[in-house]
């Protein structure tokens, strides 16, 4: 249960940018439509049955399109995406069919779009979705893996995208 923080908005901002996280663009498709947006909030849960933890803010309702269409994709962005964790992070005011169409996708089991230039995606079957505070916390299992190039990660630091 969480209660009242006594922690002020700006410092916990303040203190999370110097975080360095990889960026994930997480898309979904299916009966409630196409979305995608950038994140950083992605951890593995297990490796047993394979499952990831994605955090999405609850502000855009169009986010509630993860859970309606149950799967997700999970896309770890090399240094060479910046330009699509941009477009996907809201930078240019794109729709949706403009943001896919900035780049490449497939897709393996779910039907959740995969980039083609990622260096890693993970294809995820929905199977726990929560409210946390402003953000909804979706949990999937994953179906499918499917592994990129090697290359540097793109990292977000101090508010802005470094290659590592």
């Known amino acids: 249960m ?4 006594t922690i002020e908005r700006s410092t ?5 940018s110097r975080f360095a996280a990889a960026v994930n663009l997480v898309t979904t498709d299916g009966p409630a439509g196409r979305r995608g947006v950038t994140v950083t909030s992605v951890c593995s ?6 499952s990831l933890l994605v955090c999405l803010n609850l502000s855009s309702p169009l986010n509630a399109r993860f859970e ?8 770890l962005l090399g240094q060479t995406s910046e330009e699509v964790a941009r477009v996907f992070a809201g930078e240019g005011g794109l729709d949706a069919e403009a943001r896919f169409a900035s780049a490449r996708w497939v897709t393996l089991s779910t039907g959740a779009p ?11 079957r929905l199977v726990d979705s929560r409210t946390v505070a402003t953000h909804r916390v979706m949990i999937g299992e994953v179906a499918a893996v499917r592994l990129g190039e090697p290359g540097r990660s793109l990292l977000y630091r101090d508010r802005l995208y470094h290659g590592f």
């Open 12 to 16: 916990f901002r303040e203190a999370m």
């Open 114 to 124: 995969v980039l083609e230039g990622a260096l890693a995606s993970f294809d995820c």
């Open 68 to 75: 309606e269409n149950g799967v997700f994709a999970v896309n």
């Open 45 to 50: 849960v297990s490796d047993q049955p394979a």
């Open 2 to 5: 969480l209660t009242s923080s």
